[in-house]
């Protein structure tokens, strides 16, 4: 299918061909009839992302303060390749369109196949021939609206979402600061609620086509403009001056701010709807004690992915207009004729000539506010062919049924579940890089993924289908690097099919899951499976076991080892906040450090006692030689200081591992000093290059069944640990 997308290093924008989304449970596949461009928002990332590396710092400087927290944690190197790895990545564009239901997932059966709905999010409404879109950013088109009007309901929703937070009543007056598409449509609104309107705009045009829409005066923001709408607000008011100002501009000018401020009435509501500049003259606002609001996208919802992804609705008794009902209620009002958007529409162009249309949107060469793109008509919708699924451009070689401990003379075909930033910035770049690996096959969730796995690491298929992937017979390793909930399930499906498995952590979220994943391996005799606990093979901790000495069964007596993790907060909106999804942050990440301490001590754990608040995680780990692991799981400490340090006491001898940048050991009088001259390195490398020794000839994975169970358990023995508030026995 088609697909607008651009990447946010280059600026270069292209129509991509791209493998069609799937069904999910929780929403609908949507075929495109038309999507809105939006003149605003999506040109201002457009025109970031055209900027120098330097003016995109200079424009996100929050994203400047993060590189800068990650490089003291991870280095100079890994920061590097993941910021160019998520800069140098197509990202897509869109979020407001008209489509037609072609496929209802389940919990979604409010809709049906050929259903005409208006779609939101800039995640799920996107420029693309098909969608999918959860419920609660979908909503029916009613009976007599145009698709190419329904396609304004998103912006729509933005600009109603603007009104309500105003609090507008009948009779009052508002002054529209910029009158671009949310301004024009924030108008109408106020028009429609019986609000008297007055708006300011640099462009002419745009002024002339609200006072049609029903505004009283509109004027550019020059002082013979403002002056002439302050004349009017006073005379409507009888001296008061405007009850609201909305401002619906961008830009760096504090113009919008301070003109607000001059034209509102004592105790008015100045409500921010676009991105503008906030340097609130202090004397003006207090004079007047002015209140100032945000209104945040399209309403109550907005970014809470429960509402958005998992479709847990709010009661209407307590949060009366969220953004799927502001949605539903843009639509009545274009319905009933109360809100006109026909004017807007400014040019109808088909999906392939969006370039062109964006080009001549940021040279301004096109005037007008509303761009639509176009995607066939209504009445062919329900009866096209399925899109497709899966792109090949490399042909698979006949598969050929083997023994998957046989030894592989070629390259070691690899196919891969799940493509996001870990895996494209720590895994893929050293698989590319081995002579003896083939990248054949990767499937994603989402169609862009895929497409910038294959643009950079040369994959052979991409698909948003994970059979196609699990179903390749030719294939010598699959990589599993989903999100944690799916991690157990993927494994379980691709041991049955018989490959051998590669699986990032945590291998599973609970105890049925890993009996499960041991069931299968039983039922299969297929054990061909690795974890990507990574850190066992890092060239320094390698090093500091070495200059310790192996401790299990040695007459050294028994090691003391503490792993302090510094592991920071997480970020809103993280997934790792939804523990159905990712675990518990220690369940997640703890099989790490669980595994490292075990390599260092040359055992598996027997009993595990945890102490903790919140996601802070104290975990003391006893072996059966006598040896004793500590682990310390912190959240709230310093991003400048080292993100893993641990340390290690045994037989007269001390060693200290620094962020896998330096390791000490001192032993008598003497002190060895080792430090990583390339960078922090995690062992990844090491490790892949491990697995696929494994593959290759058949031999034993770099770390066996029993012990990535055993680390398994002792990460699970945590959480009933900290809910017991005893010591696990393992």
Same mark, same amino acid.
């Given at each position: 299918?088609?697909?607008?997308?651009?990447?946010?290093?280059?600026? #270069?924008?292209?129509?991509?061909?791209?493998?069609?989304?799937?069904?999910?449970?929780?929403?609908?596949?949507?075929?495109?009839?038309?999507?809105?461009?939006?003149?605003?928002?999506?040109?201002?990332?457009?025109?970031?992302?055209?900027?120098?590396?330097?003016?995109?710092?200079?424009?996100?400087?929050?994203?400047?303060?993060?590189?800068?927290?990650?490089?003291?944690?991870?280095?100079?190197?890994?920061?590097?390749?993941?910021?160019?790895?998520?800069?140098?990545?197509?990202?897509?564009?869109?979020?407001?369109?008209?489509?037609?239901?072609?496929?209802?997932?389940?919990?979604?059966?409010?809709?049906?196949?050929?259903?005409?709905?208006?779609?939101?999010?800039?995640?799920?409404?996107?420029?693309?021939?098909?969608?999918?879109?959860?419920?609660?950013?979908?909503?029916?088109?009613?009976?007599?609206?145009?698709?190419?009007?329904?396609?304004?309901?998103?912006?729509?929703?933005?600009?109603?979402?603007?009104?309500?937070?105003?609090?507008?009543?009948?009779?009052? @007056?508002?002054?529209?600061?910029?009158?671009?598409?949310?301004?024009?449509?924030?108008?109408?609104?106020?028009?429609?609620?019986?609000?008297?309107?007055?708006?300011?705009?640099?462009?002419?045009?745009?002024?002339?086509?609200?006072?049609?829409?029903?505004?009283?005066?509109?004027?550019?923001?020059?002082?013979?403009?403002?002056?002439?709408?302050?004349?009017?607000?006073?005379?409507?008011?009888?001296?008061?001056?405007?009850?609201?100002?909305?401002?619906?501009?961008?830009?760096?000018?504090?113009?919008?701010?301070?003109?607000?401020?001059?034209?509102?009435?004592?105790?008015?509501?100045?409500?921010?709807?676009?991105?503008?500049?906030?340097?609130?003259?202090?004397?003006?606002?207090?004079?007047?004690?002015?209140?100032?609001?945000?209104?945040?996208?399209?309403?109550?919802?907005?970014?809470?992915?429960?509402?958005?992804?998992?479709?847990?609705?709010?009661?209407?008794?307590?949060?009366?207009?969220?953004?799927?009902?502001?949605?539903?209620?843009?639509?009545?009002?274009?319905?009933?004729?109360?809100?006109?958007?026909?004017?807007?529409?400014?040019?109808?162009?088909?999906?392939?000539?969006?370039?062109?249309?964006?080009?001549?949107?940021?040279?301004?060469?096109?005037?007008?506010?509303?761009?639509?793109?176009?995607?066939?008509?209504?009445?062919?919708?329900?009866?096209?062919?399925?899109?497709?699924?899966?792109?090949?451009?490399?042909?698979?070689?006949?598969?050929?049924?083997?023994?998957?401990?046989?030894?592989? @003379?070629?390259?070691?075909?690899?196919?891969?579940?799940?493509?996001?930033?870990?895996?494209?910035?720590?895994?893929?770049?050293?698989?590319?890089?081995?002579?003896?690996?083939?990248?054949?096959?990767? #499937?994603?969730?989402?169609?862009?993924?895929?497409?910038?796995?294959?643009?950079?690491?040369?994959?052979?298929?991409?698909?948003?289908?994970?059979?196609?992937?699990?179903?390749?017979?030719?294939?010598?390793?699959?990589?599993?690097?989903?999100?944690?909930?799916?991690?157990?399930?993927?494994?379980?499906?691709?041991?049955?099919?018989?490959?051998?498995?590669?699986?990032?952590?945590?291998?599973?979220?609970?105890?049925?899951?890993?009996?499960?994943?041991?069931?299968?391996?039983?039922?299969?005799?297929?054990?061909?499976?690795?974890?990507?606990?990574?850190?066992?093979? #890092?060239?320094?901790?390698?090093?500091?076991?070495?200059?310790?000495?192996?401790?299990?069964?040695?007459?050294?007596?028994?090691?003391?080892?503490?792993?302090?993790?510094?592991?920071?907060?997480?970020?809103?909106?993280?997934?790792?906040?939804?523990?159905?999804?990712?675990?518990?942050?220690? @369940?997640?990440?703890?099989?790490?450090?669980?595994?490292?301490?075990?390599?260092?001590?040359?055992?598996?754990?027997?009993?595990?006692?945890? #102490?903790?608040?919140?996601?802070?995680?104290?975990?003391?780990?006893?072996?059966?030689?006598?040896?004793?692991?500590?682990?310390?799981?912190?959240?709230?400490?310093?991003?400048?200081?080292?993100?893993?340090?641990?340390?290690? @006491?045994?037989?007269?001898?001390?060693?200290?591992?620094?962020?896998?940048?330096?390791?000490?050991?001192?032993?008598?009088?003497?002190?060895?000093?080792?430090?990583?001259?390339?960078?922090?390195?995690?062992?990844?490398?090491?490790?892949?290059?491990?697995?696929?020794?494994?593959?290759?000839?058949?031999?034993?994975?770099?770390?066996?069944?029993?012990?990535?169970?055993?680390?398994?358990?002792?990460?699970?023995?945590?959480?009933?640990?900290?809910?017991?508030?005893?010591?696990?026995?393992?």
């Amino acid at each position: 299918m088609k697909q607008v997308a651009q990447n946010y290093r280059s600026g #270069a924008m292209d129509v991509l061909d791209v493998p069609a989304p799937a069904c999910k449970p929780g929403g609908v596949l949507v075929r495109s009839l038309f999507s809105l461009i939006s003149t605003g928002t999506e040109m201002m990332k457009v025109s970031e992302a055209r900027m120098s590396l330097l003016g995109k710092a200079r424009a996100r400087p929050d994203q400047v303060r993060k590189l800068l927290d990650s490089v003291s944690q991870q280095g100079a190197v890994a920061t590097y390749q993941k910021a160019m790895n998520k800069l140098d990545s197509y990202t897509p564009l869109g979020y407001s369109l008209c489509g037609v239901v072609v496929e209802v997932g389940a919990g979604a059966e409010q809709f049906s196949v050929g259903q005409v709905v208006a779609a939101a999010g800039n995640d799920c409404a996107l420029h693309a021939e098909v969608n999918w879109v959860p419920l609660n950013l979908c909503v029916p088109v009613p009976a007599g609206v145009a698709p190419e009007h329904a396609a304004f309901a998103t912006v729509g929703a933005i600009a109603m979402q603007g009104v309500r937070r105003a609090e507008v009543a009948l009779g009052e @007056t508002a002054c529209v600061i910029g009158l671009g598409l949310i301004g024009q449509l924030v108008v109408r609104l106020l028009v429609a609620s019986g609000v008297q309107v007055v708006g300011l705009d640099t462009v002419e045009a745009r002024c002339r086509a609200a006072e049609k829409a029903g505004a009283l005066a509109c004027a550019v923001p020059d002082d013979a403009g403002v002056a002439k709408l302050e004349s009017v607000l006073l005379e409507r008011t009888g001296g008061l001056g405007a009850d609201h100002v909305l401002l619906a501009a961008g830009g760096d000018s504090n113009g919008p701010v301070e003109t607000a401020a001059r034209l509102a009435r004592d105790r008015a509501r100045i409500v921010d709807i676009g991105k503008t500049r906030l340097d609130l003259p202090w004397n003006a606002y207090y004079d007047k004690e002015l209140d100032v609001r945000f209104s945040r996208s399209y309403g109550p919802g907005r970014y809470d992915d429960r509402y958005e992804l998992e479709g847990i609705d709010y009661p209407a008794g307590y949060v009366r207009w969220t953004e799927r009902r502001n949605l539903a209620c843009f639509l009545d009002l274009l319905a009933e004729g109360s809100v006109d958007v026909a004017s807007l529409v400014s040019g109808v162009n088909p999906v392939e000539e969006a370039v062109a249309v964006y080009d001549k949107l940021a040279s301004g060469e096109l005037s007008g506010v509303g761009f639509l793109l176009s995607y066939g008509s209504p009445e062919d919708a329900p009866d096209a062919p399925p899109p497709a699924r899966t792109i090949t451009t490399k042909a698979a070689p006949a598969a050929a049924s083997r023994n998957r401990r046989q030894a592989t @003379t070629g390259a070691v075909r690899v196919g891969f579940v799940g493509a996001g930033n870990y895996a494209a910035s720590m895994l893929l770049p050293h698989l590319r890089e081995d002579a003896r690996v083939e990248l054949v096959s990767v #499937a994603t969730t989402t169609s862009l993924s895929g497409l910038n796995a294959q643009r950079k690491f040369g994959f052979g298929t991409i698909s948003t289908d994970v059979d196609a992937v699990l179903d390749d017979e030719s294939l010598d390793a699959v990589f599993v690097v989903t999100r944690h909930d799916s991690h157990a399930g993927l494994v379980c499906r691709a041991l049955e099919r018989g490959h051998t498995v590669f699986v990032e952590k945590p291998l599973a979220l609970s105890e049925e899951q890993l009996g499960d994943i041991l069931a299968v391996v039983e039922a299969t005799g297929n054990d061909r499976l690795m974890v990507g606990f990574n850190r066992r093979f #890092a060239p320094l901790v390698t090093e500091l076991g070495a200059r310790m000495g192996a401790r299990a069964g040695s007459d050294g007596g028994p090691v003391s080892a503490r792993y302090l993790v510094n592991a920071g907060r997480l970020t809103a909106g993280s997934w790792y906040l939804n523990e159905e999804l990712a675990g518990s942050r220690f @369940t997640g990440e703890g099989g790490h450090f669980i595994d490292t301490l075990g390599a260092l001590v040359g055992a598996d754990p027997v009993e595990v006692h945890a #102490a903790g608040s919140g996601p802070d995680v104290h975990v003391t780990l006893r072996y059966g030689d006598g040896s004793v692991g500590a682990i310390s799981y912190v959240t709230g400490g310093s991003m400048r200081f080292p993100k893993e340090t641990i340390d290690v @006491t045994a037989g007269g001898r001390t060693g200290l591992l620094e962020n896998f940048r330096r390791v000490t050991v001192w032993s008598g009088k003497d002190k060895a000093v080792k430090r990583a001259l390339a960078g922090q390195d995690k062992g990844q490398r090491a490790q892949l290059a491990r697995f696929v020794d494994a593959v290759r000839s058949g031999g034993p994975m770099p770390i066996p069944l029993a012990s990535l169970a055993a680390t398994t358990r002792a990460t699970l023995a945590v959480g009933t640990s900290l809910s017991t508030k005893l010591p696990v026995a393992l």
